[in-house]
């Protein structure tokens, strides 16, 4: 399927290149664009160009910004001893969402994943540790995909920081709310009942 | 969800106002973008800023090109007596995909859809008439889709054209290839049936 134009074709490359995106879905948003009219390209291909020339990492906490220090972590309000380490800025969103944390993030950029050839090298850890130890913590949250390369980097910082003193904790894992019981896998249901809570506690909430 | 950077914002926004494309998949994207470094951000929003001040309609067929004509209205072993209509560029290239046609074609930018707001007049449809009234066609072959759209739009060209001696014809309707005739549906075997043909004349194929 060789199209006329090669600008157009150009473009369908490019826009293939993007992650579940064929050449046939490429076609379909080039040919919606051309019909948009110039303006709404320029805008794209301005948005995208900028994103390019303005975005930057968070000096304190990895995260994609604007400026130099995010408008997280530039908040006075916010409480800088308390850490949830997190593996990209997807779920500080998602955190954030839940307005139930108000201490500080720190973006990992990845988990560590020998088949994605992602070593603890690769991600921010060492820069997490130095914050450790040269900001001082009270709690270091993990807030890690309860897979197989999150409980790997969670156990991978726990062996570097285990001898702090500061509390290392994890976001609880068990039955999520509104789902039934008789639904559960075996290992989250035995997590849940290992990890259960006061009953009190979860009527304050 | 805000975003704590301003231009992933705008980003995201533009992405995700193509077909197709929400918020969650644009900021997915972007995110893959911002992995993938400046270059490929750069090359794609090249890509696109090209494509919106290079590309323009075929004066002759209407299609998508880079220059004023486009390579098959400038293809003189193709028979410009033979004219195509099809709706969009999508259809020329499936068309030129089966390399069974080697005359021109007349992209009509759309079909007459009253629900979105389309007329005749928002089509190619006068081009194609003063077209044929001006160079003369032997032959035009509506190739449009077997929708209510299509149908009104072949009709619409039927009355406006029907008059004209030239051989109008429209791409047969019919039992897909490789499809079992239980599972077709009553108005498709009724059509294949009324417009059976020779079956000497499929042996030829």
Redesign the interface.
Known sequence: ????????E??V???S?????GRR?A????????RQG?D????????????????QF?ENCH????VAL???CNDPKRDGKSICVVE???D??AL??THAFRGKYHVLGGLISPMDGLGPGDLTIDELIEKIKSNGADEVIMALSSTMEGDTTAFYIYRKIGDLSLKLTSIARGLPIGDSLEYADEVTLSRSLQQRVLFESTLSK
Chains 1, 2 share one sequence.
């Not at 399927?1 to 157009?8: A, D, F, I, Q, V």
């Not at 900028?50 to 975005?55: A, H, T």
């Open positions: 399927m060789e199209l006329p134009s090669k600008s157009m150009r473009a490359q490019e826009l290149r993007l992650p579940g995106i879905s076609l379909r948003l080039i040919l919606h664009l051309l110039n709404r390209m320029e805008n794209l291909a301005t948005s995208i160009q900028d994103l390019s020339s303005n975005s968070c995260s994609i910004s604007d995010c408008s997280i990209d800025i997807r500080v969103l954030e969402n």
